[in-house]
């Protein structure tokens, strides 16, 4: 044995001694020190001192959505609002509103047709008509001879006394003619001024018409675009806090849902 060996040989024993003695005594039962979750810790806190709300919007358009994640919102404060949509209705409604103002202005109606007036025409006819019978009462004078051409050269004077007289009754007889046709003138004419009232009436009942149609379509508009102007309520903050979340839910046409979440302090 070499001087290390038994230098050491009763170390080696005294250390294996302890190692059986330790190996033969009983065990203990190992402690297990429970960790902290620190995120479920601090969402603990949160739920402890937070109140999340949430409030619902319809979009058409990103810009309809006023506010973002983290931003700090009033109670009252716009959250949402079809600005354009809004502003687009708002144009046509006064487009309708003065389209109604102007289809109602009153239509003119027709004048009513005077009774005819034929007093006139019917007295030149009276007149003509005396002036005709006067005429023709004037009695001829008689020629002296049978031949014409001898009446001629010896009784010129009767031959231009008579060819006086029927001159004139020619021409009372022309001036009743004349008086007749002027009354059947002013008749037609005024059945002509009647079938013109008529058209006039008939045009006039169209126009009425098409103008009550017309109305009551403008009113009709108008009715839609105030209930879609009602639909575009402005949506506003109930409570004030900061936003925790915009989340978008879904899409229906053309409109985006849109739900915000807020956190308010319990002792705010």
Same mark, same amino acid.
């Given at each position: 044995?070499?001087?290390? *060996?038994?230098?050491? &040989?009763?170390? +080696? ?5 302890? =190692? ?22 601090? !969402? ?55 389209? %109604? ?22 007295? =030149? ?21 049978? $031949? *014409?051409?001898?009446?001629? %050269? ?10 006086? +007289?029927? *001159?004139?009754? =020619? ?5 009743? !003619?004349? =008086? ?9 004419? #005024?059945?002509?001024?009647? #079938? ?16 009550? #149609?017309?109305?009551?379509?403008? $009113? ?5 675009? *105030? ?5 575009? &309520? ?21 409109? %985006?849902?849109?739900?915000? #979440? ?5 002792? $705010?």
């Amino acid at each position: 044995m070499s001087f290390f *060996e038994s230098a050491f &040989t009763p170390f +080696i024993a005294a250390t294996s001694a302890v =190692a059986i003695a330790f190996s033969n005594s009983p065990k203990k039962e190992s402690v297990t020190t429970p960790t902290i979750n620190q995120t479920q810790s601090l !969402e603990q806190v949160e739920s402890n001192t937070l109140r999340r709300h949430q409030v619902n919007c319809k979009l058409t358009q990103m810009e309809d959505l006023k506010v973002s994640e983290k931003d700090r919102v009033n109670q009252g404060q716009l959250l949402c609002d079809r600005t354009r949509q809004r502003q687009n209705l708002e144009a046509r409604k006064k487009q309708i509103e003065i389209s %109604i103002a102007q289809m109602s202005l009153p239509m003119k109606e027709p004048l009513e047709l005077p009774p005819p007036d034929f007093s006139v025409q019917e007295a =030149a006819i009276i007149s003509a008509r005396n002036n005709l019978e006067l005429i023709q009462k004037a009695e001829l004078p008689e020629f002296r001879f049978k $031949s *014409e051409d001898l009446n001629r %050269i010896h009784d010129r004077e009767i031959y231009t006394q008579r060819a006086t +007289i029927l *001159e004139r009754q =020619a021409t009372a007889a022309i001036a009743l !003619e004349s =008086a007749i046709a002027q009354l059947e003138k002013a008749k037609a004419d #005024y059945q002509q001024k009647q #079938y013109q009232h008529s058209l006039n009436l008939i045009q006039y009942q169209t126009s009425q018409q098409r103008q009550q #149609y017309q109305l009551a379509s403008l $009113s009709a508009q108008l009715q839609q675009v *105030e209930n879609n102007l009602t639909e575009l &309520t402005s949506v506003q903050s109930p409570v004030t806090g900061r936003i925790r979340r915009i989340k978008f839910t879904g899409q229906n046409d053309q409109t %985006i849902n849109v739900e915000i #979440y807020i956190n308010v302090k319990e002792n $705010s």
